[in-house]
């Protein structure tokens, strides 16, 4: 019979309080760096899980103020589960990552989306909208979100960790660090800043370490938003649970590191805090291909999409251009970036006439499952993006019809408690 | 019993010789210009077709040389049929357009794609691969192409027509006019030039007009290359058999033109001459919403996709982030045009490692149904695109395994004769 | 450039009037032997097409009335296309066939679906149903298709032929006639007979050909009614234009035949002519794999569906068991046909809810790409089978809500002209 | 900052120990009736969790022999989780159920597929192949199922409950009891038995109830194997996690009961334990609509399937008519169990040809994501039905290509440890 005895759990490598702040839990950091030790080492084939705490470290509460947005402290964010070394890994080598599952803690069935203020983190139209901070929370229902802050819609998440990647060896940690830099050094002053250079302040190592290795990770560590040639934090909705991806090796061991996790994320993760973000459980099974960089010729990953992604055939799709055509009428010269907006706010338009407000639409396309595709980007000077509404994530008909759209009130997401918006 | 009596084909609109020089033919422009006349006009809910030339105008011949490419005439491109005026149609209106059917002519079951050089037209990668042409004939089977300069590889095809549009009021094209002009003089002897501005030479309508209103439209016509507010040269892949497009009405009876078909197309058109271009067929319905501009908001085309394009659930998935990884390392600044490239280089380098040559890549991801996702374009500096290879198009599997990549000998595609590549 | 010569099409071997009676017209046969002399030889590689006359051999009009269904002689009936011959193919190879594509003639834009009287023909209802004869006639734009006699319905096409098969060899013969004709001797004087025998009325071979060999043919042809070991009349709407299919070889040359061909056609193809049948013209590949029977294990073709199926992901599911629960709530011991039938009569049901007349939704369900499973068949007594509606063929919302069904007046079906219903 | 005050989880209404014998706990009964009570109320929009035993009730280990499937006793199965009543659901009304989530234990990450003996509950190919129990175990990693028992394969899991259903009312249960003594009766000696009656022995309700009540439901209280009116045992694979499903009403709270979870399943079942049968958890929420029975003519349970069942869009697919192909070559009359079986047979039939044994081959059929498809029945006398295999779920390829099939050793499944097969 079924007994316990020939029934053995898939071991949890790191555990973590997702309740508890990042910084006080063991087997979390928030730098890359190829100094970090590995916090345990698993062997190729075996299946394992590592908790993962939401990207903020428990910063932001279920709760209908966005003030916890307004006040996140971005030195201190994506602290990642890990490093996992994989024994046998070499540099040079392709580590393959099964991501078997991708879940929310079942004490903590929600996760949020929140609008950042320019000054503090921004956003895709941070400095169009000049947002205010707001959130939605999601309430996690089996495989489904819905939220109180935006009504009228419930869809499947296409799970996934916004960020994983390998560790970077030393040449490569520089290469990011003066190419950065350098893109830095040509925009003083630029609100916010086009990248976050390496930065003593908030850095954290879940680990005991000598100090003056501490203080060089610290002082070197790259940050963790970009996504770069390891993986990192590349928010692609579709490396989702089911998926398996192969990751270059740049160190002994790979030293595989996790988190930021999503229950869900539309292609583009406008408001950048645009996934529903969440704290989580993800289960991994590795391999190794040896001398697999130089075989697949691996400049950053690749991956198998997954079999189980939510599947929404009906669609209304926006398309945009390089003109900015919601500001002031600039022709760009085949910019994808500036299509994309395009069309991206097209469908916030269009969401408005259903009723939503301008700060729930910017909500729900960054954290529904929209498909955002390059259609074109050859026309010049216009470079061509769509932007995929799937209509099965509506409670109600939302098709452009004769007799015009129907606008319900759907109130309004979380905003600050000073009432500014 | 059944009888031609009671059935009654759909009506042809637009006739033309695929063989024959569009110049030589009626019912053809390669302009926008809001005093074309309507060529014929439709009632709203009738079913009719266009024949299309191919968006050369004949230029392109079935043979093994890329010298036809490297001669196009590029101020006589984009020949349109049309323009059909529907009746009823008012500004301010929105124009439904059911696209029903998109084929080849029986009697000319080929296509081509086409990589131009740098100093006739150009293409995605024209300045780091230094283009020169090259081209690929793909033979029509069915629902299928497949071609004897890239073997190893059929699909189904996602047909559509490259552009499609409604004419622009004279604002409009005003409009056009000054922000492109505006483009072109901030990069002084670009090449290829930023925008194509209006131009005589070149210029065509198939239709008996006074001669000054003929000088006035091929003096201000706008050139066809970019998408623009009206629809256009988008080059989106979905916008294919059996989708629904809605199209803001800038003129009394919308005015409508279409050309430029496509048998298959991958996300982005990458060589610009990218699909598999081809002259055919086309079956429009149409349908008028009153006042839909301001109903839906409509500052662009948006559509419904079609339920029949073709369904190649697994795919190889490469990501592309703001930095120029195959190039001089440099980071751009949350650049999705860039990123594409990259995603795009990663998966022609993979290519390469099957065996087939740069430019046979190259040709097959314009032409293919990969799919192009913008991942995320909120992490600063690195916004990440991928592009996604389906593997049901190759005839051998191509997944990367422990052994490596089987490298075959694919030949290489049609190049100029005097065999400089 | 694009000449004539350049552009060769693909050759069409056999042609047809589809306005001529079947009898009157060459290429055409209307049942299986192995003696029936191949009308062409094709070589493998070489891709042709097949004018296809519609399955009753032009016996239906595109009118308002049903008398012509009601009438059809069942004598003549699957006229075939054929036989062609594949050059080097032997028994006991596998004959693949790539159906690349299906499509209606350009001047017959139309086809029908049409309910039988028991006394002539039948179908899955005509007994429950005491069905009198109807039809509904289909226009086909482009993709879709769409019934002046179903209003509110709109689907895209899943074409394919009903009927497609390699000749049998005089054994194989032998054990159909013999089987068929123990069960026809099971049930005397059943109506519907339980299967068709061969009769020399109404059989037809369009060639000249010597009289002994005529009437031997005509004496012991199999009927082609029944999907048989070779495929036959399978009406697997999934085998589908796009498809690639292997078959049993029995006799030298394989001689494929087809015909039957249906622009589109739900799971279990419920009214006997249930698809929506048409006249059209089918393009075709073949290859062979020697001895492919042996190393396939081929009992029955086996096949590879199509990349361009439609994709209507949202359905409304009905379940069946094996009760009949519509009638007199009989048991019945694991039956499937049973199960399939209560699924349907469920979904009727629902349909006339929203207006549908029986007739309507029964033709509706017939024509449209239902998808019906076998969900088990284990639990004793009940088989269950599903039967799935998709909700994108509608025009209005079919949901189940809270509110009920919204019933609408959409007419009827072409019926009798005697009124008779 | 996220706190547990802020996180409620959704609350688990009944537990179990996965590891216990079913009749040694509470919250579970394996009889429909009536009379049973509500073991738990719920309020309609309350999200809400049962934990399941796996259909025995415990009797299977994760071992190498199939001892304990010989062993099984069947009058002690389909041990259901509740009844649970919803308040407010009245005879007549619809019980809306959300399938939110279907999950393994997090400590018991396996679950088997089972054949039965024919003594002991036989299987669609108990007398065919005169099966002796067999077993395979599956390992869950994550979202797949993979087993040592048959190896070379992997899928994702379509993880739905066997069996679902609302309670009947006492003339529902007569009304089985009736038709299914009638069977029975009309089959004396058959087998297995044609139905299971009810019988005392083996009865369970793991609530405290007064004597006579119990006596009552154990004497009179249907058994759990088919589907019925309410749904039941119907074994449908797409009424899966994400799914939505309209169950008719008959007694007052509906008293909803389920239990049989399945990490996946093949469309047919066919093995009779032939799912991968699991003990685990499922989320659920419900609603209310009054009358609904009457709104929907509901005589049976419909359903909205889940947007996040695993897509394998490319398939191989076998045919199967109503003819015993695989046995003695008898003519059924439009028998579609048949055909069902002779599909089934041509496919255990090919992948014997790879290597995989009988055994082997029957369970993965029953276990993994196939579909079969009712292709058409309606052609006398031969049903035609149609079992598609993933290709995706092989490690390597097995389609039929010119060099035949690659016949590997991938050993045997597990069997009785007297070595009898
Ligand atoms: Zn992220
Ligand atoms: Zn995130
Ligand atoms: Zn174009
Ligand atoms: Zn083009
Ligand atoms: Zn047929
Ligand atoms: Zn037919
Ligand atoms: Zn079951
Ligand atoms: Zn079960």
Not at 96 to 109: A, G, H, Q
Not at 167 to 178: G, Y
């Amino acid at each position: 019979m079924a007994t316990a005895a020939n029934s053995v759990p898939h071991p949890t490598i790191v555990s973590i309080d997702p309740f508890v702040l990042a910084t006080e839990q063991k087997g979390l950091h928030n730098r890359w760096h190829p100094d970090i030790p590995a916090y345990a080492t698993v062997k190729p084939g075996q299946v394992f899980k590592l908790q993962c705490i939401d990207w903020t470290g428990a910063q932001i509460g279920n709760n209908d103020s966005s003030d916890d947005i307004k006040d996140v402290d971005l030195t201190k964010i994506h602290n990642l589960s890990g490093p996992i070394a994989v024994e046998g890994a070499e540099p040079g080598d392709c580590l393959v990552v099964d991501i078997l599952d991708v879940t929310p803690f079942e004490k903590m069935p929600w996760g949020y989306t929140g609008i950042f203020e320019l000054e503090n983190g921004g956003g895709l139209f941070a400095r169009e909208f000049q947002s205010r901070a707001a959130k939605a929370i999601w309430d996690f229902h089996g495989v489904y979100a819905s939220s109180r802050h935006i009504p009228g819609v419930r869809f499947a998440g296409v799970s996934h960790p916004g960020l994983i990647g390998t560790a970077p060896s030393a040449e490569l940690l520089a290469t990011w660090t003066k190419r950065e830099t350098e893109l830095v050094d040509q925009h003083p002053g630029a609100v916010p800043a086009k990248a976050l250079l390496p930065i003593e302040k908030g850095a954290y190592v879940g680990q005991d370490l000598p100090e003056d290795l501490r203080a060089k990770i610290y002082k070197e560590g790259a940050r963790t938003i970009p996504g770069r040639e390891h993986g990192g934090n590349c928010d692609i909705k579709n490396l989702s649970k089911g998926s398996r991806c192969y990751f270059p090796v740049y160190i002994k061991g790979a030293n595989l590191s996790v988190g930021d996790l999503h229950f869900s994320q539309g292609d583009g993760e406008m408001t950048f805090c645009g996934a529903i973000e969440m704290a989580g459980i993800i289960t991994l099974q590795t391999s190794i291909i040896r001398g697999g960089v130089e075989k697949f010729a691996l400049k950053q990953p690749i991956f198998l999409p997954s079999p189980v992604d939510p599947l929404y055939s009906a669609k209304l799709v926006f398309e945009g251009i390089s003109v900015d055509l919601h500001g002031d009428g600039k022709q760009y010269d085949m910019d994808a970036t500036v299509a994309y907006k395009q069309a991206a706010l097209n469908c916030i338009t269009y969401l408005m006439k259903l009723g939503y407000t301008r700060e729930q639409a910017y909500l729900l396309l960054s954290a529904a499952p929209v498909e955002s595709h390059v259609g074109a980007i050859v026309d010049s000077p216009n470079a061509c993006v769509t932007l995929a509404l799937p209509l099965g994530i509506f409670e109600n008909d939302i098709l452009p019809r004769e007799e015009g759209l129907v606008k319900r009130d759907f109130g309004q997401c979380a905003i600050r408690s000073d009432g500014v918006l």
